[in-house]
Structure formats: structure tokens, C-alpha cells
């Protein structure tokens, strides 16, 4: 993994070697929302999660749900922590605990570590 985005994931990791798998990242018009995917060479997978307010990173469970529109999602749940995703065909979405729905971009490892490192100054 490299430093930057993720060097204090890696240091909560106590070292094991986890690799970026793919993450979304969307701004809702207030809080910048991430959902990055990690994995392991002996296959555990991790997540960080990001809501603008709180953060998480350990192993996660998916869940599927719906919108109230009947519209499929997936939901990611580290901790206490939720965020949804979907995607339409054409775009991916990140949607809130309020059920607000954002625009979102898949990321490589550089972009997630480039946006994330801008909206942190």
C-alpha cells in the first residue's frame, strides 16, 4: 500500500499487507463521502468509509436495500457506519444515512489519494 491516503490505514493495519482494491468518492454539496475497498494477500477484505462527519476503516458487511423509489443499493456497514452504493448503468451513486443521493466517481488508488489529500487541507 502506498503512503499518503492510506499511510494511517496501513499503520492500524499493525502492518499487514493490504492492497487498494476500488473506492467512489462524491460531495454531496456539504460533506465529501468516500467508500474505499482494501484486500489482503491471505484474502480478508477491509473498507474505509467516510460520511464527512465520521469515519471508519475494519472488515464490512453488504447488505442489499432499496430506495424508497424501489431503486437497488447496496449498503456497506464498518462499525456503526453506513453507506450506500449503487450504480445505474452509466453512473455510480453514493447514497447518505438521510438517503441523499450524490453523484460519485470510481477512483484508482492515485485519485482517491489525490482528492482525498485535497479535501483534507
Known sequence: ???GMFSDVHDML???KWTYDSGFYANDGNSDL???FFY???GEQMAYLNNGSEEA????EVTEDELDDGTPLMLIRVGELVLGYMNDGTDWYIIDKDANVAVA???TEEEAEFIFDAVQD
Do not use: P, R, V, W
Open 14 to 16: 499493525q502492518g499487514d
Open 1 to 3: 500500500m502506498s503512503k
Open 57 to 60: 476503516i475494519a472488515d464490512y
Open 34 to 36: 468516500f467508500i474505499c
Open 40 to 42: 489482503s494477500d491471505d
Open 105 to 107: 466517481a470510481e477512483l
